[in-house]
Structure formats: C-alpha cells, structure tokens
C-alpha cells in the first residue's frame, strides 16, 4: 500500500471511529432516557404511595386498588388488602381475586362495579363476609377506576383505633413516626428503633439519638407551615450509605406524621444516569463531526462545540435554543445550505423528518463555498431529532487524488516495455500492464478468470516448463518470511526461444511485484559488441606493434643519416660549399622525420593508455624562456620576431616538464611555419583561478572556421606542413594534464592557441583518444 492509500486508509479510518463513537454515545445516551424515564415513574409511583400511606394511616386498614379493563392492581395498603381478602374468606391476598369476590357477592354490586370501570360512575357499598365486613368506595381517574377498601373483622371491632394504627406503621419497612411541632419524635415503629439502633424511644431520648437532624428539621417546617414538606437524605444505615425520602404531613389534633422510602437505588441510578449524560455530553464535544440534538418542540437542547465552528454560528445563539427552522433560515441567510430552486420544499422536507420512526438514510450536502458534508439522522429516544454532520472534504479530495494516481501508475505501467504484474499477499494479482499480456499471450478475460498466482501460471506454463522457477516465484509472493520476500532477479530460457530476465521486488504494503523482460536481442548485441571489442583489441595491438616495429626498423637508419650528415657538414674544406648545404638539408630533414616518428610513438602510446606523467614543480617563466631560446634560431632566418611575455606572478605548477615543453614547441612550430617574414610570435603566460594558461599568438594567415572544428584531429594539418599530429599531440598532452586547449583565430587575423592547466596536474583520460579514464 503507498502513501497515499495508507492517507485515505488513515482518513476513513477516523471518519468510522468518530461514527461508532457518536453512535455508541447515542445508543448510551437513549440507555440512559430509559432508565430515567423508569426512574421517574418510580418517583411517582412512591410518592403516589406516601400520599396513600397517608391515607392509609387517617383510614387506618384501606386499601386502594387501580383497575383498568377489568383487571384490579394494588397502589397501597397491602396489610389492609390482606385483612380484606380475609374478612371475605379468600385464601390469597391478590387484588384481582378481591374485585372477582366483590362482584361476585351480590348482583347489585357488579352493576356498581361495572358502572365504575365502565362509565366512570362513583359507588360506595358494603359487603358482608364470612370473617368481617368490607367497605368499598369508587371513584374514576382518567381512564382508570380506584377503589378504597377497608374491612373490620368480626374480633377486631371491638379495638380502640390507636393499636390499630400502631400496628399498621410498625409492619412498615421503612422507619416511621409522630413527631411534635419541634421537630422531635414522640412515638416510632419498629424500622425507626432498629435504623437508630436502640430498644425504645427513650433510650434513644436519653442517648440523645434521632434519625437524622435533617429529618427533625423537615418535620418542624411541616408543623409551623401547616403543609406537607419533602426532602431526599442522604444517610447511613446498616453499614452503608443509603437515601431516603422523607415525608411529613401535618396531622389533624397536632402533630406531625413522618414516614420514609429507602430511594438508595433510585439515587443511584439517578447519579449513574447524570454521569452518562455528561459522559455523552463530553464524548460528543470531543468528536470532530457537529452534533445537534432538537427536541420534540424542534428546539436545540444539546449541540457540541464542533457544530458552531462548522456553520459559524454564534454559542450564545445557539444557547437561547433557537428551533430548527430558525436555524436552517439562519444558515440560508449565509449561503451555507446546498442550493435549490424551491427553499420552502426542502425546508418542509427537512423538518417533516420528525415524523420518521426509523433511522433516514445518510445525505450529501454540496456547499457554495466547495465543502462536501455528509448529513446522518437519527430519531431521539425522547422525542425529536439527532443530527450529525461531517466535513468529507478533505477525504472526497484525497479519493479522487488517489484515483488520478492509480489512474496515472495504471497508464505508467501500460506505456512500459517490460510486463510487469503485481500480487498480494494473498497470490490475488492486483495489477498488470498490457506487456504483460502480450508478452505471454493472454486476455483481460483470462486473466481476471484466474484471479490468484497458480491461475496465472496455468497461463504461463505453456511458455516456461520449468515448474521449480514457479514454486520459487510463488515462495516470493506468498511466503510472509521478510528473508524470502527478499528481491530476486535471473533469466531463464522460454519455449520459443527467448532469454526472459525477470526481477521481484517486494512492496510496502505486502505485495510483491515480478517484472519480465525480454533481452534476446541485447544478449544477442552484447555477444556482437564482445566480439567486436575483441577484434579491436588485437587490432590495437598489432597496430602498436606495427607502429613500434616500423619506427624501431626507421630509427636506426635516422640515426645514421644524421649522423653522417653532421660529420659531412663539419668536414670543413674536404667538401665544397654546395656539398655542405646539401648535408645540412638531409641533417634537418631526418631530424624533422625523427620528431614526427616521437610524436607518432607518444600517440601511440597514449592511445594505449601507458604514458605515465612524471610530475615535479615547473617553474613557468623558466620554461617560457627555454622554449623561445630553443625556437630564436628557427626564426631569426625568416626575421620572425618571438616576444616573451611571462606573468610575474605565475610562479610554478605541478606538471611533467618534458611534455610540456614538447606541446609549447609543437605551439611555437606551428605558429613560425604559418607566420611570413616580418612576423611576430607571441608566447605568454598568465595565472587565473586555479589554472595556469600557457598561450602562443602568431600574426599569420589564420585558420579558415571551416578547418578549426577539425584543427585538432589527427592528419588535419597536413596541408599547412608536417604529418599533422603536432596539434593532436598538443591536446593529447594537455588533457593528460587535466587541462583543455582553446583556438582563437580568424583568417587572415593570425591564431592564439591557449593552453589552460590545472595549477596541480589531475591526470585523466579522453574516451576520444580510446583510454580509460
């Protein structure tokens, strides 16, 4: 996988995370409605029981029962249902056993009963049973009937009413008692005296114990505000910390009546339900994608920070819980929705979403201002609508950057020679170029039909048998060993004929790539070059040993003309004038045939890259002036003027000096042979960063441009005099030094042949002079 995958794999990879996230934190937060929901009708359910306990207590043994559709569920007073269900001789405290009793005792009764649940009729009646007699009062509620009932059992009648209510509120499990306009109890049930932790009510008067101060204090409001006073306490009872609600109701004659319910589980799950809100809250002003949760009114109760950086829309607007109209015709304003033609319509549309029950599918919104979001609704658990936007922007770029660039790479690999295949590491190829279709002979179709490694090979087989060289490939592809993956290239021979050199080479993301290439006609070519190369080889070297044997077999016959010349011109009065002359003519022209053969041999010599320079510190005025003392005898008889012009400040370079004056003789040779009597030769020399130039200037006939292309090929000079190599050598030489040589002249105008040198000699090699360099 390259760079740009693993960036779009990055990108969609946060998108996914924050939607899970927002997804996870929705999920919780509905969780949590549910939960508080249940915990809410708990609440009412227990207050609906302390404003029945109540009544109960002024009742002293009634039971209050809801029916709904015939089917009776007890609300309160389950010891008074119990003395009821007695009292008519029933064997199971159950209400709906005690409402079937009840119609069932007298005809005249089910028709009140009936008139109650149906038509929402009060009644009142008495039905006599075989321990007691039950009273029955009827009222209707909405769509529900209660029914209060009470029953006197045939030994209790006689009991004075105290012990009766005492013994209700000591079956009670929760502490309860009386207390006096202060606040102080004046009697307790059994729960209070246990919850305190002593026998009676003194002691605990004498120990200075109370349920709680907070308890006391909600009682006293009770008695001086002459209403009735809650409070949840948070308060600790056997051994942990427990919640209770405390209730006082102002009693008629005086007092007040306080009775508990323990809400340690509803507190509880109160808290946990606060934290997992705020938990949400905060998972969802974390995430990046804006959130905004309407209400059933379509009013904003909950947006995250990322909503108002996202539409540029001010928090302290957003706080005063504008609806979602409002905020759709805000954004209108600013050119921040996707644009239409009929703006009432989309609008309708968008908020006729509430009536959905289930989840819509997502949206894309095309800004004017070039953002792409995508839109996520979903239903709330408590009514109205969450709302999820997110930026894709940036991903919907790098997609179609990373399509371009698989485009681009695909139609690189087509322009390609060689075939090149890519394959997972599961063998699945992932790519191929059309070299690699034709080179062996199959179809898009087939290809795409064989989808792994041994179905391409089925493909290949037929053009290389060798099974082993794909089970080797194959150990390349699949094998995840980092040491087996490692890059292979080879060649091997195909059915038709062909040398194939193929090459493997791992990718990043897993993948191996193997590349074939067929090199027929260059193994074939190198086989030409390496036979040609070796004729040239032995070429050379029967040149060199025909240059050395022919100039061995002329040096010695040279040697003895000159030498027979000098003694014939030295022979003073033995030969005539003329005779002389003649002998100083072979002298000179066997000395010219001499230095030409030298020259012939140093070519040669460094042709076969075996001139070795012998370096040493040349003092550059010095060799200038040697060089023109050497050259005044040639000159003087044709009145040729040398004028030496040597830069004080040259001083010395590091070079050979013996090839240094040969390339300024062959300069200074050249520049008398082509400059008329009367004439001036110029040699000079000047320093310049980091080289040395050595110039000669003649003020002869020039060189036509057609011949300073070539002026310094081999035999180019021949027809301005000698066998044309001195120029030759002259750039031979230089170059051996690092150096290069320039030509400045115009016909007619003279010639200036510059020489620039390397203050320290770098010895290197011409590829034209067929020496390595």
Same mark, same amino acid.
């Given at each position: 996988?390259?760079?740009?995958?693993?960036?779009?794999?990055?990108?969609? #990879?946060?998108?996914?995370?924050?939607?899970?996230?927002?997804?996870?934190?929705?999920?919780?937060?509905?969780?949590?409605?549910?939960?508080?929901?249940?915990?809410?009708? &708990?609440?009412?359910?227990?207050?609906?029981?302390?404003?029945?306990?109540?009544?109960?207590?002024?009742?002293?043994?009634?039971?209050?029962?809801? =029916?709904?559709?015939?089917?009776?569920?007890?609300?309160?007073?389950?010891?008074?249902?119990?003395?009821?269900?007695?009292?008519?001789?029933?064997?199971?405290?159950?209400?709906?056993?005690?409402?079937?009793?009840?119609?069932?005792?007298?005809?005249?009764?089910?028709?009140?009963?009936?008139?109650?649940?149906?038509?929402?009729?009060?009644?009142?009646?008495?039905?006599?049973?075989?321990?007691?007699?039950?009273?029955?009062?009827?009222?209707?509620?909405?769509?529900?009937?209660?029914?209060?009932?009470?029953?006197?059992?045939?030994?209790?009648?006689?009991?004075?009413?105290?012990?009766?209510?005492?013994?209700?509120?000591?079956?009670?499990?929760?502490?309860?008692?009386?207390?006096?306009?202060?606040?102080?109890? =004046?009697?307790?049930?059994?729960?209070?005296?246990?919850?305190?932790?002593?026998?009676?009510?003194?002691?605990?008067?004498?120990?200075?114990?109370?349920?709680?101060?907070?308890?006391?204090? =909600?009682?006293?409001?009770?008695?001086?505000?002459?209403?009735?006073?809650?409070?949840?306490?948070?308060?600790?009872?056997?051994?942990?910390?427990?919640?209770?609600?405390?209730?006082?109701?102002?009693?008629?004659?005086?007092?007040?009546?306080?009775?508990?319910?323990?809400?340690?589980?509803?507190?509880?799950?109160?808290?946990?339900?606060?934290?997992?809100?705020?938990?949400?809250?905060?998972?969802?002003?974390?995430?990046?994608?804006?959130?905004?949760?309407?209400?059933?009114?379509?009013?904003?109760?909950?947006?995250?920070?990322?909503?108002?950086?996202?539409?540029?829309?001010?928090?302290?607007?957003?706080?005063?819980?504008?609806?979602?109209?409002?905020?759709?015709?805000?954004?209108?304003?600013?050119?921040?929705?996707?644009?239409?033609?009929?703006?009432?319509?989309?609008?309708?549309?968008?908020?006729?979403?509430?009536?959905?029950?289930?989840?819509?599918?997502?949206?894309?919104?095309?800004?004017?201002?070039?953002?792409?979001? &995508?839109?996520?609704?979903?239903?709330?658990?408590?009514?109205?609508?969450?709302?999820?936007?997110?930026?894709?922007?940036?991903?919907?770029?790098?997609?179609?950057?990373?399509?371009?660039?698989?485009?681009?790479?695909?139609?690189?690999?087509?322009?390609?020679?060689?075939?090149?295949?890519?394959?997972?590491?599961?063998?699945?190829?992932?790519?191929?170029?059309?070299?690699?279709?034709?080179?062996?002979?199959?179809?898009?179709?087939?290809?795409?039909?064989?989808?792994?490694?041994?179905?391409?090979?089925?493909?290949?087989?037929?053009?290389?048998?060798?099974?082993?060289?794909?089970?080797?490939?194959?150990?390349?592809?699949?094998?995840?060993?980092?040491?087996?993956?490692?890059?292979?290239?080879?060649?091997?021979?195909?059915?038709?004929?062909?040398?194939?050199?193929?090459?493997?080479?791992?990718?990043?993301?897993?993948?191996?790539?193997?590349?074939?290439?067929?090199?027929?006609?260059?193994?074939?070519?190198?086989?030409?070059?390496?036979?040609?190369?070796?004729?040239?080889?032995?070429?050379? &070297?029967?040149?060199?040993?025909?240059?050395?044997?022919?100039?061995?077999?002329?040096?010695?016959?040279?040697?003895?003309?000159?030498?027979?010349?000098?003694?014939?011109?030295?022979?003073?009065?033995?030969?005539?004038?003329?005779?002389?002359?003649?002998?100083?003519?072979?002298?000179?022209?066997?000395?010219?045939?001499?230095?030409?053969?030298?020259?012939?041999?140093?070519?040669?010599?460094?042709?076969?890259?075996?001139?070795?320079?012998?370096?040493?510190?040349?003092? =550059?005025?010095?060799?200038?002036?040697?060089?023109?003392?050497?050259?005044?005898?040639?000159?003087?008889?044709?009145?040729?003027?040398?004028?030496?012009?040597?830069?004080?400040?040259?001083?010395?370079?590091?070079?050979?000096?013996?090839?240094?004056?040969?390339?300024?003789?062959?300069?200074?040779?050249?520049?008398?042979?082509?400059?008329?009597?009367?004439?001036?030769?110029?040699?000079?020399?000047?320093?310049?960063? #980091?080289?040395?130039?050595?110039?000669?200037?003649?003020?002869?006939?020039?060189?036509?441009?057609?011949?300073?292309?070539?002026?310094?090929?081999?035999?180019?000079?021949?027809?301005?005099?000698?066998?044309?190599?001195?120029?030759?050598?002259?750039?031979?030489?230089?170059?051996?030094?690092?150096?290069?040589?320039?030509?400045?002249?115009?016909?007619?105008?003279?010639?200036?042949?510059?020489?620039?040198?390397?203050?320290?000699?770098?010895?290197?090699?011409?590829?034209?002079?067929?020496?390595?360099?």
């Amino acid at each position: 996988m390259n760079a740009h995958e693993l960036m779009l794999a990055a990108a969609a #990879g946060a998108v996914c995370l924050a939607i899970s996230a927002a997804l996870w934190a929705f999920a919780q937060r509905r969780a949590a409605d549910r939960r508080i929901a249940e915990l809410r009708a &708990r609440i009412r359910q227990l207050e609906l029981g302390a404003e029945t306990a109540q009544a109960s207590a002024e009742a002293f043994d009634s039971a209050l029962l809801a =029916v709904e559709d015939g089917h009776a569920l007890l609300a309160s007073g389950e010891e008074s249902l119990g003395v009821c269900c007695e009292a008519l001789g029933l064997a199971e405290a159950d209400p709906q056993f005690l409402l079937n009793a009840l119609m069932r005792a007298d005809p005249d009764h089910t028709r009140r009963l009936r008139g109650l649940i149906d038509r929402g009729e009060a009644c009142a009646f008495e039905v006599k049973g075989p321990a007691g007699v039950v009273t029955v009062e009827g009222r209707a509620a909405g769509a529900l009937a209660w029914l209060r009932v009470s029953a006197a059992l045939g030994e209790d009648q006689g009991l004075p009413t105290a012990p009766r209510f005492a013994a209700f509120l000591n079956a009670r499990q929760c502490p309860a008692w009386i207390a006096a306009a202060d606040g102080s109890p =004046v009697w307790v049930n059994a729960a209070w005296l246990k919850t305190v932790g002593v026998a009676s009510l003194d002691e605990a008067a004498q120990r200075g114990l109370t349920f709680d101060k907070g308890a006391d204090t =909600v009682a006293s409001e009770a008695a001086n505000l002459g209403q009735r006073r809650e409070a949840v306490r948070w308060l600790s009872a056997d051994g942990r910390r427990r919640a209770f609600l405390i209730a006082a109701q102002p009693l008629e004659g005086g007092g007040v009546g306080v009775w508990t319910d323990d809400l340690t589980d509803l507190e509880e799950a109160r808290e946990e339900t606060k934290r997992n809100v705020e938990a949400h809250d905060e998972i969802l002003n974390r995430i990046d994608d804006a959130v905004v949760i309407f209400d059933r009114a379509k009013r904003v109760s909950f947006h995250n920070t990322p909503l108002a950086e996202l539409w540029g829309l001010e928090p302290a607007w957003l706080t005063e819980r504008p609806t979602h109209g409002e905020v759709l015709d805000r954004l209108r304003q600013r050119r921040r929705l996707p644009e239409t033609a009929d703006y009432a319509k989309w609008k309708a549309a968008e908020l006729g979403r509430y009536e959905q029950l289930e989840s819509a599918p997502d949206d894309m919104w095309s800004l004017p201002d070039g953002r792409t979001l &995508r839109v996520v609704r979903q239903p709330h658990p408590r009514g109205g609508l969450l709302i999820l936007f997110s930026d894709i922007t940036g991903e919907l770029k790098m997609k179609a950057q990373y399509n371009a660039l698989i485009q681009v790479q695909q139609a690189t690999l087509d322009k390609l020679s060689d075939a090149v295949a890519v394959f997972g590491s599961d063998g699945r190829i992932r790519l191929h170029n059309e070299s690699f279709e034709r080179f062996w002979n199959i179809t898009p179709l087939q290809l795409e039909a064989a989808g792994d490694f041994e179905g391409v090979v089925e493909l290949c087989v037929h053009k290389l048998h060798d099974m082993g060289f794909w089970r080797e490939l194959k150990g390349r592809v699949a094998d995840p060993d980092p040491a087996a993956r490692m890059p292979m290239t080879g060649e091997v021979q195909t059915s038709d004929d062909r040398m194939v050199e193929y090459r493997t080479r791992p990718l990043p993301d897993g993948a191996t790539l193997i590349a074939f290439t067929d090199v027929t006609d260059a193994r074939r070519l190198e086989s030409a070059l390496a036979d040609r190369e070796q004729a040239l080889s032995e070429a050379e &070297r029967l040149k060199r040993d025909f240059v050395g044997n022919v100039s061995y077999e002329l040096r010695t016959p040279l040697t003895t003309i000159i030498g027979y010349s000098e003694l014939l011109e030295h022979s003073g009065d033995a030969l005539p004038e003329r005779a002389r002359g003649y002998a100083a003519s072979v002298k000179t022209a066997a000395t010219q045939l001499a230095r030409s053969i030298d020259d012939v041999l140093d070519m040669a010599q460094i042709d076969a890259d075996e001139m070795a320079l012998d370096l040493s510190d040349v003092n =550059v005025a010095d060799l200038l002036l040697e060089t023109a003392s050497r050259w005044h005898h040639e000159a003087e008889p044709n009145k040729i003027s040398i004028i030496l012009q040597p830069a004080a400040d040259v001083g010395t370079i590091r070079g050979d000096r013996r090839r240094l004056a040969q390339v300024l003789d062959h300069l200074m040779e050249n520049a008398i042979g082509q400059t008329p009597a009367g004439g001036t030769v110029t040699l000079a020399a000047r320093k310049a960063v #980091g080289e040395v130039q050595l110039q000669v200037s003649d003020t002869g006939r020039g060189i036509p441009f057609h011949v300073q292309a070539h002026i310094f090929d081999r035999f180019i000079g021949r027809e301005r005099g000698g066998p044309g190599l001195g120029l030759a050598l002259v750039k031979a030489l230089t170059e051996l030094h690092g150096g290069w040589v320039a030509l400045e002249s115009e016909p007619g105008a003279g010639a200036t042949f510059t020489c620039h040198l390397p203050e320290e000699a770098q010895t290197v090699s011409q590829p034209e002079l067929g020496f390595a360099r």
